[in-house]
């Protein structure tokens, strides 16, 4: 199930969205703060004018901030305390960020509504405007002929954005380690759903509760020995081991099973398969970001590959 994007709007007087922006850095003591922003602007739907408030703009950049991870309030960022330091003992980040504003700012309304985006979506004025498509993306401009002004703010680190959409709003965060440098490492549990038969030699996306945009955690080693893989048909029904022998770390688009070792991406021989089955999958994997979902058991957001030979 989608998770629908957060809103919220704040009436901005004569604030420009960019300086609030710089106000979440600035008014802020250095446990949190936006350090730089880079911003370029273009015009937004060709220069169409929206009533008495005219033309809109894009103001699309980058923000980068630090935190403090001593600060109290941010020990709920996963592993913190594992995070690279700058030079001041700060941990680095940067998000993207787009604004949809008035050329004329006088003429907007002076309410600016922020959305947390969707997985590096932005939902809004479609999730307001009626009638928006790819080749009419205003649609009826009701947003726009509010004067409203709006905000899209990257908050997923381990969204990673396709060639098909560049645009996407993510940000990026450092990878964890422990003091020394090494790789921090922890149990995998990872569940999918094949709904229909895709027919040798097709390819499904292990996919966990986020996005096919989201790579998942690769395993430290691409031998399954110790390691558990399952299935079954319906929510409630037991799991049946599939055995080490007929599964392994591989990619077999290419070359028939075992396929090619890889340790993002699983390939299974044609042994036991039903056309909807359900595969929960552990391994032993490196965490890739200081947002990791816990120290111990990880539940990856998932790229990687299965390998599926079609109804039986």
């Given amino acids: 199930m989608k998770r629908a994007a957060s809103c919220f709007a704040v009436h901005a ?13 600035g ?14 602007i273009t015009q937004a739907y060709g220069g169409m004018p929206f009533g008495s408030v005219g033309p809109y703009q894009f103001v699309t950049g980058v923000a980068n901030g630090v935190v403090d991870p001593t600060d109290p309030r941010n020990a709920i960022i996963q592993d913190i305390g594992l995070a690279p330091l700058d030079s001041n ?44 498509s790819a080749t009419n993306p205003q649609g009826d401009g009701f ?3 509010q004067g409203l002004t709006l905000v899209f703010i990257g908050w997923q680190a381990d969204l990673v954005a396709p060639a098909s959409n560049p645009g996407l709003i993510t940000m990026s965060a450092p ?7 090494k790789t921090i490492t922890g149990v995998v549990r990872s569940e999918w759903t094949v709904s229909t038969p895709t027919g040798a030699p097709g390819t499904q996306n292990i996919l966990a ?9 690769a395993s430290v080693t691409t031998s399954n020995a110790g390691l558990t893989l399952t299935q079954r048909v319906h929510q409630d029904d037991p799991k049946v081991p599939i055995p080490n022998s007929q599964w392994a770390f591989a990619d077999c688009t290419s ?8 340790p993002q991406s699983h390939c299974q021989s044609c042994g036991q398969r039903t056309s909807a089955s359900s595969y929960p999958s552990l391994w032993r994997s490196a965490a890739l970001r200081t947002d990791a979902d816990n120290a111990g058991e990880f539940s990856p957001l998932g790229s990687g590959r299965r390998q599926w030979c079609g109804r039986r």
């Fill in 13 to 25: 007087g004569s604030l420009a969205a960019l300086g609030f922006l710089w106000l979440l850095g």
């Fill in 143 to 145: 947003l726009e002929n």
């Fill in 255 to 262: 070359a028939p099973f075992p396929g090619v070792p890889n």
């Fill in 175 to 181: 990878i964890a380690h422990f003091r020394g440098g």
């Fill in 209 to 217: 509760e986020s996005s096919s945009n989201t790579p998942g955690y």
């Fill in 27 to 40: 008014a802020i003591p250095a446990h949190a703060r936006i350090t730089s922003i880079t911003y370029t």
């Fill in 89 to 132: 003992g700060l941990v680095e980040y940067s998000t993207k960020f787009q604004v949809l504003m008035p050329v004329d700012e006088s003429k907007g309304n002076h309410i600016m509504l922020s959305e947390v985006v969707n997985r590096g979506n932005e939902t809004s004025p479609g999730t307001f405007n009626i009638g928006t």
